[in-house]
Structures are given as C-alpha cells and as structure tokens.
C-alpha cells in the first residue's frame, strides 16, 4: 500500500534534483529519503528515480508516477483541512440566503440534513439582486439565486457558483383562455400572446422578465404588462382571476387555484437555472459550505 511519504519523497527528488537536497527540503535524514524511494519502486516494480554525477532525476515511469502521486498528495491534504474545519462548524452559525420560492420548498429540508450534521442555519430571504450584492459583500457565507442561460448575475471573481438545478418555466393561462387547450407552446405559439395582458416581477431586471421581453423584442413584438407581483402565488391568483397571463417556475407551481391552467414551454431559454453562491476561501467553497450544497441537492432529489 503507498505510504504518502513515498510521494514525497518523490517529489522533494524532482523538485531539488538530488536525494541530499530533497532529505534537507523535507527536514529528513538522507537515509529515511533513500528508505522510501526504493519501497516506491518495489511497489511499481520499476526505478521511479536515477542518479548521475549531477544529482537524480526521474525516470518516465517516475514522471508517471509524480503526476498521479501529486495529486493524491493535494488530495490527502485537502481531506485533512476538510476533516479540521468540520470539526468546528457545528459550532458555527452559517449565514445563508435564499430567494422565496426555494426556500419554501426546498429550505426545511435542507434544514434539516445540516441539522444532522451540526450546522445552523442563519436564514435571510430576498430577492436576486440584493442577495447578489450580499455575498459579493460577504455579508453571507451562501445564497441560493437563480438566472437563465445567458444571463450572468455580476458576481465577483472571488464567488464560486455551482448550478444545482434546472427549473423549467410554466405558461399560466386563464382556463377559459383560447389557447388554453394547447398541451404546450413553443416560441411562435407563445409570441401570439402579444395582445394578452401579463403579469410581471415587481423587481425592476427579474431575469425571467428579460428572458420573456429579450423572446418578444427579437420578434419585433410588443405585449402590455398590467400586473407586477414577487409572489407567485398571487401571480396565479391574478391569472385565475382573468387578468392576465404569466410565467411560473415549476418550482412554484405545485399548488394552482382553480380557474388557472399550466402549459410547458418547448423552449430550453425558458428555465432559470438555480445555482448556490459563495465567496471562495483558499480557492473554493469551505466545508460548511459543501455541505450545505450536499443538503439542497438532496432537498432537490426529495422533490422528485
């Protein structure tokens, strides 16, 4: 079985170019250096190294072997700092964000997994763009956002995102409508809504407006917005009502009043992809971090 000072002594030979070098590099005795580098080529069954007048180098076999052995290296050592930092996060309150809906579905169950594992959830709901300005401020460790594909939310370089789930976009219609009987739309069929009234994002930049005037503006049409609501739930009230046509995330459509309809759209461009945010810390996310991205992909799972 490999010792991973096996590998470093390996490496500390090809990074100093001699087996002395390599000894004062790692603070060891030449011996012990020596020790592990012919247990490494028992192991292979071939010489990792080769030694000349000028100090050692590796053989191709060895240069194999750095390349495979540096990154179980990295591996290890990142396992270790994982395993460090988790002992210490159940006493660590995570600040975290989300937009409504997913936190109406998905949250008590993400809740719930970190509960398990002794994280503590600081919980803040708001809408895209101020949770965008939150994290980039670090003012929360984690947010669950959400754009379409296309449309980049200003992040800055140092926040790593990570894409959890696609949500498909849902035309909500008016039972009584004329196109109510269609069993889905595809882009002509939705762009001949253009004398429907719609009801939009009362947030001023909803990505999933941009994505229904970005369709209309590239067909030369135009359509009137007569209702402006964040609650989707109010949003199929008012479609119910007759007031309009909308656009539901089928996360958000799981309960619909009577008197409305849900049509899928045959057009990728209309889902928002949800995505989990972080500042990165020492090149990605922490361990806290992973695992509250374990636990919504699991919440997400859970929902079928």
């Given at each position: 079985?490999l010792?991973?000072?096996?590998?470093?002594a390996?490496?500390?030979?090809a990074?100093?170019?001699?087996?002395?070098?390599?000894?004062?590099?790692?603070?060891?005795?030449?011996p012990?250096?020596?020790?592990?580098?012919?247990?490494?080529?028992?192991?292979?069954?071939?010489?990792?190294?080769?030694?000349g007048?000028r100090?050692?180098?590796?053989?191709?076999?060895?240069s194999?072997?750095l390349e495979?052995g540096?990154?179980?290296?990295?591996?290890?050592?990142?396992?270790?700092?994982?395993?460090?930092?988790f002992?210490?996060?159940?006493r660590?309150k995570?600040r975290?964000?989300?937009?409504?809906?997913?936190?109406?579905?998905?949250?008590?169950?993400?809740a719930?997994?970190?509960?398990?594992?002794?994280?503590?959830?600081?919980v803040?709901?708001?809408?895209?763009?101020p949770?965008?300005?939150?994290?980039?401020?670090?003012t929360?460790?984690?947010?669950l956002?959400?754009?379409?594909?296309?449309?980049a939310l200003?992040?800055?370089?140092?926040v790593h995102t990570?894409?959890?789930?696609?949500d498909?976009l849902?035309?909500a219609?008016?039972?009584?409508?004329?196109h109510?009987?269609?069993?889905s739309?595809?882009t002509?069929?939705?762009?001949?809504?253009?004398?429907?009234?719609?009801?939009?994002?009362?947030?001023?930049?909803?990505t999933?407006?941009?994505?229904?005037?970005?369709?209309?503006a590239?067909a030369?049409?135009r359509?009137e917005?007569?209702?402006?609501?964040?609650?989707?739930?109010?949003?199929?009230g008012?479609?119910a009502?007759?007031?309009?046509?909308?656009?539901?995330?089928?996360?958000?459509?799981?309960?619909?009043?009577?008197?409305?309809?849900?049509?899928?759209?045959?057009?990728?461009?209309f889902?928002?992809e949800?995505?989990l945010?972080?500042?990165?810390?020492?090149?990605?996310?922490?361990?806290a971090?992973?695992?509250?991205?374990?636990?919504?992909?699991r919440?997400?799972?859970?929902?079928?």
């Open positions: 079985m010792d991973p000072r096996q590998l470093q390996l490496a500390a030979v990074a100093e170019g001699s087996v002395a070098r390599a000894a004062k590099r790692l603070g060891w005795s030449q012990t250096v020596d020790y592990h580098l012919k247990a490494l080529d028992h192991l292979v069954g071939a010489p990792l190294t080769v030694r007048a100090g050692s180098s590796l053989t191709a076999t060895g194999l072997m495979r540096d990154e179980i290296l990295a591996l290890s050592e990142r396992a270790l700092a994982d395993a460090r930092e002992a210490q996060v159940g660590t995570l975290f964000g989300s937009f409504p809906t997913a936190a109406a579905r998905l949250l008590p169950g993400i719930a997994r970190l509960g398990d594992v002794g994280i503590e959830l600081d803040m709901l708001e809408e895209i763009a949770l965008v300005a939150r994290v980039n401020q670090h929360l460790d984690a947010a956002v959400y754009t379409a594909s296309g449309y200003p992040f800055r370089a140092d990570t894409t959890l789930l696609t498909p849902l035309l219609l008016p039972a009584g409508h004329p109510a009987g269609r069993p739309f595809d002509d069929a939705l762009l001949a809504l253009e004398g429907d009234s719609w009801v939009f994002s009362a947030t001023p930049g909803d999933l407006d941009e994505v229904v005037l970005d369709a209309f590239r030369g049409r359509f917005v007569a209702i402006r609501t964040d609650d989707y739930s109010v949003a199929l008012m479609v009502a007759g007031m309009g046509v909308a656009l539901i995330p089928q996360l958000a459509g799981n309960t619909v009043p009577e008197g409305a309809v849900l049509r899928p759209i045959d057009d990728a461009r889902a928002r949800i995505m945010a972080a500042p990165a810390a020492g090149g990605g996310p922490a361990p971090v992973r695992q509250l991205a374990e636990a919504v992909r919440a997400v799972a859970a929902l079928g």
